[in-house]
């Protein structure tokens, strides 16, 4: 399984960038993806898929995203955990995943079973999340992400999920950096995101470590004042194609 968002559906777009970023993403893979029928896994609420100029097939595990994908996609979306999908071998010519690996427990399984539905010599494409350039801000909110993610720090970065590709028949084509997210936001206005338990890295948090690690960030946040910090957000991707054996 993964984390689901049905939780956060309803404001997702707002607070993610909405079919502006899905359009950036589309535009992004494109290049790497072959013609003929693609795979979205995670798809949540069809921003990136809705953005493609090919035909997608979206699965995802949380039925509240699904609703709003459905109104961008049609019937092109199915409720379904990545690891078991419900097609056939072989009948994607590729398929890609946004925002999604860092959140799943079993990457092994879900990369064998996307090796299982695409065609041989077909491409999927992984896009991690973005991860901040160190700046003011990030000098301040770091330390309580660390300390929160602990262990699942960099679970989708290619360096970790290369091997296990590979080992699911999956080869490594390429890693590529993706273009830069920039915007300008005051210590304030983070610290209200992280007040409105947008990451779900704060969603099933208990209140003691809320009180313990996170209020003390709101505090130097608000301290830090309305300056604008320009902040710069990178990604990465990961070009996979299936063996032919
Ligand atoms: C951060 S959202 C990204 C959604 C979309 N790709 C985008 O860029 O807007 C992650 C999505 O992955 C879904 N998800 C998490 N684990 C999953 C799994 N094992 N199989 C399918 N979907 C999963 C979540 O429900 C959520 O909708």
Same mark, same amino acid.
């Not at 509240?64 to 999908?85: C, E, F, H, T, W």
């Not at 003011?136 to 679970?155: C, N, S, W």
């Given at each position: 399984m993964g984390i689901d968002f049905s939780r956060i559906a309803d404001r997702y777009d707002e607070s993610r960038g909405g079919s502006e970023r899905g359009q950036r993403f589309a535009a992004e893979l494109a290049p790497h993806l072959p013609p003929g029928l693609l795979l979205e896994v995670g798809?949540?609420?069809g921003v990136v898929a809705a953005a493609m100029r090919q035909p997608v097939i979206g699965v995802d595990i949380a039925a509240g995203m699904l609703k709003s994908a459905r109104q961008r996609l049609g019937a092109r979306v199915v409720r379904s955990d990545g690891r078991g999908l419900p097609f056939r071998d072989g009948c994607f010519s590729g398929g890609y995943a946004v925002w999604v690996l860092h959140l799943v427990e079993d990457q092994a399984g879900l990369f064998s079973e996307v090796r299982r539905v695409l065609a041989p010599g077909g491409t999927f494409v992984i896009v991690n999340i973005n991860r901040p350039a160190p700046d003011d801000l990030d000098a301040i909110l770091k330390p309580m992400y660390v300390e929160l993610l602990g262990?699942? #720090?960099?679970?989708?970065?290619p360096e970790r999920l290369a091997p296990l590709a590979e080992a699911a028949g999956l080869q490594v084509k390429d890693v590529l950096a993706g273009e830069p997210f920039r915007r300008e936001v005051s210590g304030p206005e983070e610290a209200d995101r992280i007040e409105r338990r947008? /990451?779900?890295?704060?969603? #099933?948090?208990d209140q003691d470590r809320w009180r313990e690690l996170v209020e003390p960030v709101l505090g130097r946040l608000r301290a830090f /004042? #309305?300056?604008?910090v320009a902040r710069e957000h990178h990604h990465q991707l990961l070009v996979l194609e299936r063996r032919s054996r």
């Amino acid at each position: 399984m993964g984390i689901d968002f049905s939780r956060i559906a309803d404001r997702y777009d707002e607070s993610r960038g909405g079919s502006e970023r899905g359009q950036r993403f589309a535009a992004e893979l494109a290049p790497h993806l072959p013609p003929g029928l693609l795979l979205e896994v995670g798809v949540g609420t069809g921003v990136v898929a809705a953005a493609m100029r090919q035909p997608v097939i979206g699965v995802d595990i949380a039925a509240g995203m699904l609703k709003s994908a459905r109104q961008r996609l049609g019937a092109r979306v199915v409720r379904s955990d990545g690891r078991g999908l419900p097609f056939r071998d072989g009948c994607f010519s590729g398929g890609y995943a946004v925002w999604v690996l860092h959140l799943v427990e079993d990457q092994a399984g879900l990369f064998s079973e996307v090796r299982r539905v695409l065609a041989p010599g077909g491409t999927f494409v992984i896009v991690n999340i973005n991860r901040p350039a160190p700046d003011d801000l990030d000098a301040i909110l770091k330390p309580m992400y660390v300390e929160l993610l602990g262990d699942r #720090d960099g679970r989708d970065l290619p360096e970790r999920l290369a091997p296990l590709a590979e080992a699911a028949g999956l080869q490594v084509k390429d890693v590529l950096a993706g273009e830069p997210f920039r915007r300008e936001v005051s210590g304030p206005e983070e610290a209200d995101r992280i007040e409105r338990r947008e /990451g779900a890295i704060f969603w #099933d948090l208990d209140q003691d470590r809320w009180r313990e690690l996170v209020e003390p960030v709101l505090g130097r946040l608000r301290a830090f /004042g #309305d300056r604008p910090v320009a902040r710069e957000h990178h990604h990465q991707l990961l070009v996979l194609e299936r063996r032919s054996r």
